[in-house]
């Protein structure tokens, strides 16, 4: 992990974003004819805990649209976590009066294809303006700067457990393999990269008991044969789960890990 600070000569101004301010977030109040709420202190509307898509970035009347991973969440005890298109960051949120101030701020330094050209800038720019006004209207927030500048953003729901296509990210298995539980017939469904598999699937709090897997016969490349075998290795037992907005992570009972994400 590095400071923003350290993230490449085309992205030095990412610094600012170590000193990042905004309105707090944490309470709301407003005028109900506008039909949204200006967060201020007082009102019973809150955006922590809550895990807000970036969809855009307007900057000088110019709009940006958001890479799909690109996001903020403060949880209710001041942790930041988030992701500027490319480069996910860390922080801690302090809030004090009608500001709050994000402290040891860390991003990673990646290079990555399909983000905007500077789009992780004009978003850590915009975040670092250190006026902004919160403005929360349904699923949606909207972060103002004095010169209006504004960040828009949609909250998104946890993918659940049961009834999501889980694609496995890790191992990796080219986008192959998937795992579907059924809460209704108790069963889970999917790949493992090459074979169908089946299984009864009981689901308690934390923890999944698999069953034997029913898979089908076929033969493919050894590196694939080899993944399946890893993913085997969670059935017939009991594995430990946990989901994290649209991420899983399963973990077998000798320790191995098994992750996955919510498939659009």
């Not at 110019?62 to 991973?69: D, E, G, H, L, Q």
Request: with cysteine; charged share 25%.
């Amino acid at each position: 992990m590095n400071t923003l600070g350290t993230l490449g000569k085309d992205k030095k101004r990412l610094a600012a974003v170590a000193t990042l301010t905004l309105l707090p977030l944490a309470v709301a109040c407003g005028s109900e004819d506008a039909g949204s709420d200006t967060v201020g202190s007082g009102a019973s509307a809150s955006v922590t805990g809550a895990h807000w898509a970036v969809d855009e970035v307007t900057v000088d009347g110019k709009k940006s649209a958001a890479p799909s991973n690109a996001y903020v969440r403060i949880a209710d005890g001041g942790a930041v976590k988030g992701n500027l298109g490319c480069n996910g960051f860390g922080a801690e949120a302090a809030f004090t009066d009608s500001k709050v101030t994000f402290d040891k701020v860390q991003a990673t330094e990646m290079a990555c294809e399909g983000v905007p050209p500077n789009f992780e800038v004009s978003l850590a720019r915009t975040l670092s303006d250190g006026n902004l006004t919160a403005e929360v209207d349904g699923d949606k927030l909207t972060l103002t700067t004095t010169d209006g500048d504004r960040v828009a953003l949609t909250k998104e729901k946890a993918a659940p457990l049961a009834g999501t296509k889980w694609a496995i990210t890790s191992p990796d298995t080219d986008g192959k393999a998937h795992l579907t539980f059924d809460e209704k017939t108790g069963l889970v469904n999917g790949s493992l990269g090459c074979n169908k598999v089946r299984a009864e699937a009981t689901v308690r709090d934390g923890s999944i008991t698999l069953g034997t897997a029913s898979t089908t016969r076929m033969m493919c490349d050894t590196s694939l044969m080899n993944t399946e075998k890893t993913l085997l290795g969670l059935f017939d037992g009991t594995v430990k789960y946990r989901v994290d907005h649209r991420t899983l992570v399963l973990t077998s009972e000798n320790g191995e890990r098994v992750n996955a994400s919510a498939a659009e």
